[in-house]
């Protein structure tokens, strides 16, 4: 079977008529055929391949990568520049308001790529009344590759392997929306080979990171071999507006980011360092919430809305997430306390929340907050800078022998979605 898409991307799928059709083989590695086709030669081959296309073990998290664009923004400043950039000085209680929202936010500065001389070069971006979609695409399409690069390369030299073993790339952002896409950019600027098998998840927003990484495991474990490369770069370029009451959270909230993700399974090749390893995952659509918190193309960018409904609808719903991602380990009542966690900071009350929901111990939420308060909320790219700061922590702690056995990591976005992923560390679990 083949398909063509931009790129040109050339997709190939072989195919064995059985008495039922049955689909053999889906990857972007060529398949060495005998020259007798069709024949019991080739149906040998194939069954062979079925039998040891799986890994050995689970998915493991082998090197993390993050980066961030030049501009810092202290918080406690960040509503006088705002408000000045956007020529809005006159709405003196809406800047007030966001002044409080600062200080309450739990964020000491953040990262943006939009600055003076950008609006000064594309006006249209304050101005509500000319569209500006296209000059956002235009800078995005090549400021969102070059992020999300920086973050991989940084990856690709703490795995130790060359970028061409990468097998797979999955690259999840909010911030593009044009074919060729992002994946091929980022594959391009690294020098993936051209069979390298790539994926594009768009306006996944801060679940991004969660569902690119269970997939990323999936893939992992069923092609013997693979290494995925999980990309994930945000500019919050596409949602900048000028002040309204109805977005004024999420200005004070967000910030720009990439991280990039090498996973890989048992067994693992020479210099290869296990960090986390991946052992089940679920998604959880929470009904009835599909308009708190979403996102939509307009001639005036990305248009975002966020409910302040969101902490409260997590708050209610995250315990039985967990108990369901848990029990497919065979965990039925986990003490919440004798874990790590990996949570993506979407705001100090989302974390409040939780601690508060599920009775955690101070601290248990640490790397999540120390990168709320570095960083601001980078949307699906923040999961990384979580995951990365914990794997410091342990580092510094003898080597992560006094860090829990079991952990779990949680994403959130649109729909409301819960991302869960329940994990371990390897040096306790025998692996490393």
């Given at each position: 079977?083949?398909?063509?898409?931009?790129?040109?991307?050339?997709?190939?799928?072989?195919?064995?008529?059985?008495?039922?059709?049955?689909?053999?083989?889906?990857?972007?590695?060529?398949?060495?055929?005998?020259?007798?086709?069709?024949?019991?030669?080739?149906?040998?081959?194939?069954?062979?391949?079925?039998?040891?296309?799986?890994?050995?073990?689970?998915?493991?998290?082998?090197a993390i990568g993050t980066a961030n664009?030049?501009?810092?923004?202290?918080?406690?400043?960040?509503?006088?520049?705002?408000?000045?950039?956007?020529?809005?000085?006159?709405?003196?209680?809406?800047?007030?308001?966001?002044?409080?929202?600062?200080?309450?936010?739990?964020?000491?500065?953040?990262?943006?790529?939009?600055?003076?001389e950008l609006?000064?070069?594309?006006?249209?971006?304050?101005?509500?009344?000319?569209?500006?979609?296209?000059?956002?695409?235009?800078?995005?399409?090549?400021e969102v590759p070059k992020l999300a690069e920086s973050a991989a390369r940084k990856a690709i030299a703490e795995w130790g392997r060359p970028a061409t073993e990468i097998t797979h790339l999955i690259f999840?952002?909010?911030?593009?929306?044009?074919a060729p896409s992002a994946d091929l950019q980022l594959a391009m600027l690294l020098g993936l080979r051209p069979s390298v098998s790539r994926t594009i998840l768009s306006l996944h927003g801060c679940s991004g990171g969660g569902r690119a990484l269970q997939l990323a495991k999936e893939i992992a474990e069923n092609n013997h071999g693979a290494r995925v490369l999980v990309a994930?770069?945000?500019?919050?370029?596409?949602?900048?507006?000028?002040?309204?009451?109805?977005?004024?959270?999420?200005?004070?909230?967000?910030?720009?980011?990439?991280?990039?993700?090498?996973?890989?399974?048992?067994?693992?090749?020479d210099g290869e360092r296990p960090l986390f390893e991946m052992l089940a995952a679920s998604q959880t659509m929470i009904p009835g919430t599909?308009?708190?918190?979403?996102?939509?193309?307009?001639?005036?960018?990305?248009?975002?809305?966020?409910?302040i409904q969101v902490p409260m609808v997590i708050k209610d719903n995250i315990h039985q997430c967990l108990l369901d991602a848990f029990q497919l380990v065979g965990s039925m009542d986990p003490n919440w306390n004798d874990l790590f966690w990996v949570v993506?900071?979407?705001?100090?009350?989302?974390?409040?929340?939780?601690?508060?929901?599920?009775?955690?111990?101070?601290?248990?939420?640490?790397?999540?907050r120390y990168v709320l308060s570095e960083y601001g909320n980078m949307s699906g790219a923040t999961i990384a800078f979580v995951l990365d700061e914990l794997r410091r922590r342990r580092e510094k702690d003898e080597?992560?022998?006094?860090?829990?056995?079991?952990?779990?990591?949680l994403a959130f976005g649109p729909g409301i979605t819960i991302e869960a992923m329940v994990l371990r560390n390897p040096f306790l679990a025998g692996i490393n």
């Amino acid at each position: 079977m083949l398909a063509v898409g931009p790129g040109i991307t050339i997709e190939a799928m072989v195919l064995h008529i059985h008495s039922q059709p049955v689909r053999l083989i889906a990857s972007g590695h060529v398949l060495p055929l005998p020259s007798a086709m069709p024949g019991a030669a080739t149906t040998a081959a194939v069954d062979s391949r079925r039998c040891t296309q799986h890994a050995e073990g689970p998915a493991t998290i082998l090197a993390i990568g993050t980066a961030n664009p030049a501009n810092i923004y202290p918080q406690d400043e960040f509503a006088d520049y705002y408000f000045g950039l956007t020529k809005s000085e006159h709405l003196t209680e809406l800047k007030d308001k966001m002044k409080r929202i600062c200080q309450k936010s739990g964020i000491e500065k953040r990262y943006i790529h939009l600055d003076e001389e950008l609006i000064r070069a594309h006006p249209e971006i304050i101005d509500k009344t000319l569209p500006s979609l296209e000059a956002r695409v235009d800078i995005a399409s090549i400021e969102v590759p070059k992020l999300a690069e920086s973050a991989a390369r940084k990856a690709i030299a703490e795995w130790g392997r060359p970028a061409t073993e990468i097998t797979h790339l999955i690259f999840s952002t909010y911030s593009g929306c044009r074919a060729p896409s992002a994946d091929l950019q980022l594959a391009m600027l690294l020098g993936l080979r051209p069979s390298v098998s790539r994926t594009i998840l768009s306006l996944h927003g801060c679940s991004g990171g969660g569902r690119a990484l269970q997939l990323a495991k999936e893939i992992a474990e069923n092609n013997h071999g693979a290494r995925v490369l999980v990309a994930l770069s945000e500019l919050t370029l596409v949602c900048f507006s000028t002040p309204d009451e109805s977005k004024i959270v999420g200005h004070g909230l967000f910030g720009d980011g990439a991280g990039a993700i090498i996973v890989g399974a048992v067994p693992l090749v020479d210099g290869e360092r296990p960090l986390f390893e991946m052992l089940a995952a679920s998604q959880t659509m929470i009904p009835g919430t599909e308009h708190a918190l979403g996102m939509q193309a307009t001639n005036s960018g990305i248009d975002f809305h966020l409910s302040i409904q969101v902490p409260m609808v997590i708050k209610d719903n995250i315990h039985q997430c967990l108990l369901d991602a848990f029990q497919l380990v065979g965990s039925m009542d986990p003490n919440w306390n004798d874990l790590f966690w990996v949570v993506h900071p979407g705001g100090r009350a989302i974390l409040d929340n939780i601690e508060d929901k599920l009775q955690l111990q101070p601290g248990k939420l640490a790397a999540s907050r120390y990168v709320l308060s570095e960083y601001g909320n980078m949307s699906g790219a923040t999961i990384a800078f979580v995951l990365d700061e914990l794997r410091r922590r342990r580092e510094k702690d003898e080597g992560g022998l006094q860090q829990p056995k079991w952990g779990v990591m949680l994403a959130f976005g649109p729909g409301i979605t819960i991302e869960a992923m329940v994990l371990r560390n390897p040096f306790l679990a025998g692996i490393n």
